[in-house]
């Protein structure tokens, strides 16, 4: 308790610590964005040869060759298995894996097969920090900044996640949702009616949008996980914050879809789940100064 004061005596100090804390943090949610969606794969894979194979009508000689090959597949986990090039499957040892600082000594390639390594990962180390930095600077050394942490950190992954698989898995987006209402039971962000409010008309919000454009395309036009996502940051930062949030990942998925178009110059599927993530940490940190901002120009 003593240095827990200390840290909100010296806020130097805090910036300094939690932006380390937060490098280690990235360093491992790289681990969760890379592994999560193949754990998640291979467990649909498992669950699909379960199913057929209680079906009677299947032969068990059709069932069994892909049985096999399932079965002797390494199970994947994002604690027992050791981490590993992911194009020569070379073991990395631990002053390969020293978030950013390791990236920059290999200048960002494998130190067994020379393959480049990700930008994401040191990026995403990078990232984590400053976020990390910033939460403590917006709101101070308390435990409710832990929460928005754990909040800020979740968001990291499923922008990772959905921008490089185009999935949100709801094993994650659930467990937000249900964090945001528990806090948010005892109105430490927002009243637990705004909370509860934030989360059914951020799912219905970004649903009912979903289904007028696939009447008047006949084609979906937005995945379900953007809706658990959405429910999610209303469930965390109330109803009153999800215009800003849809207004911003809208402004952000616009202008950064048409880079990225212009760079590709080909057509490729949009994920909008990382800029609702990173529409939902602004608005975690700048939200109430803008709404108060525009409440205070609309008066003039």
């Given at each position: 308790?003593?240095f827990?004061?200390?840290?909100?005596q010296?806020n130097?100090?805090?910036?300094?610590l939690?932006a380390?804390i937060?490098?280690i943090?990235?360093?491992?949610?790289?681990?969760?964005?890379?592994?999560?969606p193949?754990?998640?794969?291979?467990?649909?894979?498992?669950?699909?040869?379960?199913f057929l194979?209680?079906?009677?009508?299947?032969p068990?000689?059709?069932?069994t060759?892909?049985?096999?090959?399932?079965?002797?597949?390494?199970?994947?986990s994002l604690?027992?298995?050791?981490s590993?090039c992911?194009?020569?499957?070379?073991?990395?040892?631990w002053y390969?894996?020293?978030?950013?600082?390791?990236?920059?000594?290999?200048?960002g390639?494998?130190?067994?097969?020379?393959?480049?390594i990700?930008r994401?990962?040191?990026?995403?180390e990078l990232?984590?920090?400053?976020l990390?930095a910033?939460?403590?600077?917006q709101?101070g050394v308390q435990?409710?900044?832990?929460?928005?942490?754990?909040f800020?950190?979740?968001?990291?992954v499923l922008a990772?996640?959905?921008?490089?698989?185009?999935?949100l898995?709801?094993?994650?987006?659930?467990p937000?949702?249900g964090?945001g209402?528990?806090?948010?039971s005892?109105?430490l962000?927002?009243?637990?009616?705004?909370?509860i409010?934030?989360?059914?008309?951020?799912?219905?919000?970004l649903w009912i949008?979903?289904?007028?454009?696939?009447?008047?395309?006949?084609?979906?036009?937005m995945?379900?996980?953007?809706f658990k996502?959405l429910a999610a940051?209303?469930?965390?930062?109330g109803v009153?914050?999800?215009?800003?949030i849809?207004?911003l990942s809208?402004?952000?998925?616009?202008v950064?879809?048409?880079?990225?178009?212009?760079k590709?110059k080909?057509?490729?599927?949009f994920?909008?789940?990382?800029y609702?993530?990173?529409?939902?940490?602004?608005?975690l940190?700048y939200?109430?100064?803008?709404?108060?901002w525009?409440l205070n120009?609309?008066l003039?």
């Amino acid at each position: 308790m003593q240095f827990w004061h200390f840290l909100q005596q010296n806020n130097t100090l805090a910036l300094m610590l939690f932006a380390f804390i937060g490098l280690i943090v990235g360093s491992f949610l790289n681990l969760v964005i890379y592994r999560t969606p193949l754990i998640i794969m291979q467990q649909w894979r498992i669950d699909s040869i379960q199913f057929l194979q209680s079906q009677p009508d299947i032969p068990a000689s059709l069932t069994t060759p892909i049985n096999n090959i399932i079965s002797n597949n390494e199970r994947l986990s994002l604690f027992k298995s050791l981490s590993h090039c992911a194009k020569c499957r070379h073991q990395i040892s631990w002053y390969e894996n020293i978030p950013l600082i390791s990236w920059i000594a290999l200048k960002g390639r494998c130190s067994y097969c020379h393959q480049d390594i990700s930008r994401r990962y040191p990026l995403v180390e990078l990232a984590t920090a400053l976020l990390s930095a910033m939460v403590i600077y917006q709101m101070g050394v308390q435990v409710l900044t832990l929460f928005t942490l754990i909040f800020v950190w979740c968001l990291i992954v499923l922008a990772g996640i959905d921008f490089e698989t185009r999935y949100l898995p709801d094993k994650l987006t659930y467990p937000l949702a249900g964090i945001g209402l528990a806090i948010n039971s005892q109105g430490l962000l927002v009243s637990p009616a705004q909370s509860i409010l934030g989360l059914i008309i951020g799912y219905l919000s970004l649903w009912i949008v979903a289904q007028l454009f696939y009447l008047i395309f006949k084609k979906q036009g937005m995945a379900e996980g953007d809706f658990k996502l959405l429910a999610a940051l209303g469930a965390w930062l109330g109803v009153l914050m999800l215009p800003l949030i849809i207004l911003l990942s809208s402004l952000l998925g616009s202008v950064i879809g048409i880079m990225l178009l212009f760079k590709n110059k080909e057509s490729r599927s949009f994920a909008f789940g990382p800029y609702l993530a990173i529409a939902g940490i602004l608005v975690l940190l700048y939200g109430s100064t803008t709404m108060q901002w525009y409440l205070n120009l609309s008066l003039y």
